[in-house]
C-alpha cells in the first residue's frame, strides 16, 4: 500500500512537544489512525483501537486497567466510546507534567468528545481536526504551514487540470484509501462506509431506530449540498419531523459529514442563528448518495456548480485544519439577497471569494464583494475561484485563481 505524506504530521510532532495529550477528530476513514501509526513506527508508542470490542468493554467497564494495561506512549482510536478515559488519563497527565506526547487520542465524533475533553484535560491537550485528502497530499506536493487566502501568487506545482480532471477529483472523493490501493471498486468503498458509518456511530452510537430512514436522510442531505440550510425540504422529503431533521443534522455535524458555514454578523451572537449553508465535506461521498454514475455526467448535471462549490470550500478547509489553524469563514447574505460565497477574516481585514463553474471570470462574478464596506471594516483582496487556468487580475482588488491552486 502506497505511503501518503500528511500536511498535518508535523503539526502533531510540533503539538506532541508542548502539549501532554494530543487528539485527533474527523469523519471517520480520512486518515487519523493510519498517519499516526506511520508517525510511531520505530517508537515504543503502542496503538488500541476501541473498534475492538474486546478493548472497548475493558476501557468502558475498567478504565483504570485499561491504561495500566496499555500505559503511554499509546495511541487510542476511538476514544468516543469510553469517555471514562478521560478521568484517567488527566490523572496521569498530572501525575506526569513533563511526558510530553504520552496520548495521542484520535475520535470520530466532534463535538460530544470535546465535552469529555474540557471537562477532564482542559489546558492539558492539543485538539485537532483532520479531513480526507487534500488535492496536493494527492499529488504529493503539499504545502506545510500555508493556509488559503487570495493571492497573485501562482502554485509551485504548476500543474494544470482541465474541467473532467477536475471533476475526476470531486467525484472520486478524498478518501486515502480509494488513492492507496488502487484495487478498491469505488461504488463497494462508499456502499460499505455508509453502512459501517449508519451502524457504529448512527444507530449504536446515538441509539437511531430507524438506519433505513437515516439513510434517506443522509442521501436527501447530500442532494443539498451546497445550498442554504432547508430543514423544513429535508424533513418533508425524507417524511420526518423538523425537530427530528434538526437533530440528525447535528449527527452528521459532529460526525464531520457535513460543515455549516454561517452567515457573517459583525455582532458574533447572531452568526449563529441566521440560515448556514450545508457542506459535505467528502464529495466522493456525496457524488455517491446522489447517484451520479461518473465525473462526466456529473460535471455536465443539476449539481454541477453546488458540488464544485462544495469541493472548494473542503479544499480552503483542508489548507487551514491541516496546518492546525481555525478558519475565520463565514457567507455573507444579507436581506437584499446580495451574497459573498466565502468571507474569510484575518487580523480585522474581510478577504471576499467566489466559487463560479467558469473560465471565463468577469466584472459580473464578484458584483457581491462591493457589499461588504456595509460592515465598515478594511476589506482585503478578493478571490474567484474558477476554471481558468492560470491566475489573472480581474480588477485592482480582484484575481481569478484556478481552483486545483488552493
Given at each position: 500500500?502506497?505511503?501518503?505524506?500528511?500536511t498535518?504530521?508535523?503539526?502533531?510532532?510540533?503539538?506532541?512537544?508542548?502539549?501532554?495529550?494530543?487528539?485527533?477528530?474527523?469523519?471517520?476513514?480520512?486518515g487519523?489512525?493510519?498517519?499516526?501509526?506511520?508517525?510511531?513506527?520505530?517508537?515504543?508508542?503502542?496503538?488500541?483501537?476501541?473498534?475492538?470490542?474486546?478493548?472497548?468493554?475493558?476501557?468502558?467497564?475498567?478504565?483504570?486497567?485499561f491504561?495500566?494495561?496499555?500505559?503511554?506512549p499509546?495511541?487510542?482510536?476511538?476514544?468516543?466510546?469510553?469517555?471514562?478515559?478521560?478521568?484517567?488519563?488527566?490523572?496521569?497527565?498530572?501525575?506526569?507534567?513533563?511526558?510530553?506526547?504520552a496520548?495521542?487520542?484520535?475520535?470520530?465524533?466532534?463535538?460530544?468528545?470535546m465535552?469529555?475533553?474540557?471537562?477532564?484535560?482542559?489546558?492539558?491537550?492539543?485538539?485537532?481536526?483532520?479531513?480526507?485528502?487534500?488535492?496536493?497530499?494527492?499529488?504529493k506536493?503539499?504545502?506545510?504551514?500555508?493556509?488559503?487566502?487570495?493571492?497573485?501568487?501562482k502554485?509551485?506545482?504548476?500543474?494544470?487540470?482541465?474541467?473532467?480532471?477536475?471533476?475526476?477529483?470531486?467525484?472520486?472523493?478524498?478518501?486515502p484509501?480509494?488513492?492507496t490501493?488502487?484495487?478498491?471498486?469505488r461504488?463497494?468503498?462508499?456502499?460499505?462506509?455508509?453502512?459501517?458509518y449508519?451502524?457504529?456511530?448512527?444507530r449504536?452510537?446515538?441509539?437511531?431506530?430507524?438506519?433505513?430512514?437515516?439513510?434517506?436522510?443522509?442521501?436527501?442531505?447530500?442532494?443539498?449540498?451546497?445550498?442554504?440550510?432547508?430543514?423544513?425540504?429535508?424533513?418533508?422529503?425524507?417524511?420526518?419531523?423538523?425537530?427530528?431533521?434538526?437533530?440528525?443534522?447535528?449527527?452528521?455535524?459532529?460526525?464531520?459529514?457535513?460543515?455549516l458555514?454561517?452567515?457573517?454578523?459583525?455582532?458574533?451572537?447572531?452568526?449563529?442563528?441566521k440560515?448556514?449553508?450545508?457542506?459535505?465535506?467528502?464529495?466522493?461521498?456525496?457524488?455517491?448518495?446522489?447517484?451520479?454514475?461518473?465525473?462526466?455526467?456529473?460535471?455536465?448535471?443539476?449539481?454541477?456548480?453546488?458540488?464544485?462549490?462544495?469541493?472548494?470550500?473542503?479544499?480552503?478547509?483542508?489548507?487551514?485544519?491541516?496546518?492546525?489553524?481555525?478558519?475565520?469563514?463565514?457567507?455573507?447574505r444579507?436581506?437584499?439577497?446580495?451574497e459573498?460565497?466565502?468571507?474569510?477574516?484575518?487580523?480585522?481585514t474581510l478577504?471576499?471569494?467566489?466559487?463560479?463553474k467558469?473560465?471565463?471570470?468577469?466584472?459580473?462574478?464578484y458584483t457581491?464583494?462591493?457589499?461588504?464596506?456595509?460592515?465598515?471594516?478594511k476589506?482585503?483582496?478578493?478571490?474567484?475561484?474558477?476554471?481558468?487556468?492560470?491566475?489573472?487580475?480581474?480588477?485592482?482588488?480582484?484575481?481569478?485563481?484556478?481552483?486545483?491552486?488552493?
Amino acid at each position: 500500500m502506497a505511503h501518503l505524506e500528511r500536511t498535518m504530521q508535523p503539526v502533531i510532532e510540533k503539538a506532541s512537544k508542548g502539549f501532554r495529550v494530543v487528539l485527533l477528530t474527523g469523519q471517520r476513514q480520512v486518515g487519523k489512525s493510519t498517519m499516526l501509526q506511520d508517525m510511531s513506527k520505530g517508537t515504543p508508542r503502542k496503538y488500541m483501537s476501541l473498534d475492538n470490542l474486546d478493548n472497548r468493554a475493558l476501557a468502558q467497564n475498567d478504565p483504570e486497567l485499561f491504561l495500566l494495561q496499555n500505559p503511554p506512549p499509546v495511541i487510542i482510536d476511538e476514544i468516543q466510546y469510553a469517555p471514562n478515559l478521560f478521568t484517567y488519563i488527566k490523572i496521569y497527565a498530572d501525575e506526569n507534567p513533563t511526558k510530553k506526547g504520552a496520548f495521542w487520542l484520535t475520535g470520530s465524533q466532534k463535538y460530544r468528545l470535546m465535552q469529555g475533553v474540557q471537562e477532564s484535560l482542559a489546558g492539558r491537550i492539543g485538539i485537532f481536526d483532520m479531513m480526507g485528502l487534500s488535492y496536493r497530499e494527492k499529488i504529493k506536493k503539499p504545502f506545510p504551514g500555508r493556509s488559503f487566502m487570495p493571492s497573485m501568487d501562482k502554485s509551485e506545482d504548476g500543474k494544470k487540470l482541465t474541467p473532467l480532471e477536475l471533476y475526476s477529483q470531486i467525484w472520486t472523493g478524498s478518501m486515502p484509501e480509494l488513492f492507496t490501493d488502487k484495487n478498491i471498486d469505488r461504488e463497494k468503498f462508499y456502499s460499505s462506509y455508509v453502512q459501517s458509518y449508519i451502524e457504529r456511530d448512527v444507530r449504536d452510537f446515538y441509539n437511531i431506530e430507524k438506519p433505513t430512514q437515516f439513510f434517506q436522510f443522509l442521501s436527501v442531505a447530500a442532494a443539498q449540498t451546497g445550498q442554504l440550510l432547508n430543514y423544513a425540504s429535508i424533513a418533508r422529503d425524507v417524511g420526518i419531523d423538523l425537530k427530528t431533521a434538526q437533530t440528525w443534522m447535528g449527527i452528521l455535524e459532529r460526525s464531520g459529514l457535513v460543515y455549516l458555514l454561517r452567515p457573517y454578523s459583525p455582532n458574533v451572537t447572531k452568526r449563529i442563528i441566521k440560515t448556514p449553508k450545508m457542506y459535505f465535506l467528502d464529495t466522493g461521498l456525496a457524488a455517491y448518495l446522489t447517484k451520479w454514475p461518473n465525473a462526466q455526467t456529473l460535471m455536465n448535471g443539476a449539481m454541477a456548480g453546488a458540488i464544485l462549490e462544495t469541493y472548494a470550500i473542503g479544499e480552503i478547509l483542508k489548507s487551514y485544519f491541516h496546518n492546525g489553524k481555525e478558519p475565520y469563514m463565514w457567507l455573507y447574505r444579507d436581506k437584499h439577497q446580495n451574497e459573498v460565497d466565502i468571507v474569510i477574516e484575518e487580523a480585522g481585514t474581510l478577504y471576499p471569494i467566489e466559487i463560479k463553474k467558469t473560465a471565463n471570470p468577469g466584472i459580473g462574478d464578484y458584483t457581491g464583494f462591493k457589499e461588504l464596506v456595509k460592515l465598515k471594516k478594511k476589506v482585503g483582496l478578493g478571490a474567484v475561484l474558477c476554471l481558468k487556468p492560470e491566475r489573472i487580475t480581474l480588477s485592482r482588488a480582484v484575481v481569478s485563481v484556478p481552483i486545483w491552486e488552493i
